[in-house]
């Protein structure tokens, strides 16, 4: 995959916030602490440079258009 161990580590909590941010009602804090960042902006700082939205925009989007497939995103 061209990732470095970190990298890869990153990518695969990143992916599973998307996806709790789907399926869990957990706040964004609760979803930093889970997933083993620091805190909430730490979560936001790396979520929103991965996927071009913040969490909550993510979520707010997800929300609005479920039927679109914006969990599968790259």
């Not at 995959?1 to 970190?6: M, V």
């Not at 804090?29 to 925009?57: H, I, K, V």
């Amino acid at each position: 995959s061209g990732l470095t161990p970190s990298q890869y580590v990153n990518e695969r909590r990143l992916q599973a916030v998307r996806d709790a941010l789907i399926h869990a009602p957990d706040s964004i804090a609760q979803l930093a602490s889970r997933f083993g960042f620091c805190n909430q902006s730490a979560l936001t700082r790396a979520f929103s440079q991965r996927f071009d939205l913040s969490p909550a925009q993510f979520r707010r989007q997800w929300s609005q258009h479920p039927s679109e497939d914006c969990a599968k995103q790259p």
